[in-house]
């Protein structure tokens, strides 16, 4: 599975700005899709996830109200439309994904593949 996430960069506060992450992969591989982000000297943080069909999805705390999640599995693309957006957003995003699971997967290491990464900007 490849994952190429792009659709980042310099946006002011309060502002909006949507990512793309296109996968080449089996279904089965990116039945799960998710995003995470990281901050300079920080973790990888969970943002938002879904799952195949796009019925169920789920957000960090952070994030809930301000981002969404969708995917178009025509297109193999799971988006990240980030709206409101604040200086603590700024990070590198990065797109992964995984196989299924009975449980929503919200921690890098439950993820099997990454992409390479976006920065995202946001000034105050």
């Known amino acids: 599975v490849q994952l190429q996430a792009s659709g980042g960069g310099l946006v002011q506060a309060g502002g909006s700005l949507r990512l793309s992450c296109v996968a080449s992969?089996?279904?089965?591989?990116?039945?799960?899709m998710g995003w995470f982000r990281q901050a300079p000297g920080k973790e990888r943080d969970f943002v938002a996830a879904?799952?195949?069909?796009?019925?169920?999805?789920h957000y960090a705390d952070s994030v809930k109200g301000r981002f969404t999640i969708s995917r178009d599995n025509a297109k193999n693309t799971v988006y990240l439309q980030m709206t409101r957006m604040k200086p603590e957003d700024t990070a590198v995003y990065y797109c992964?994904?995984?196989?299924?699971?009975?449980?929503?997967?919200?921690?890098?290491?439950?993820?099997?593949?990454w992409g390479q990464g976006t920065l995202v900007t946001v000034s105050s």
């Open positions: 992969g089996s279904a089965y591989s990116t039945y799960y």
């Open positions: 879904i799952t195949w069909s796009g019925s169920t999805t």
């Open positions: 992964a994904s995984r196989p299924s699971a009975t449980w929503v997967p919200t921690v890098h290491s439950q993820y099997s593949y």
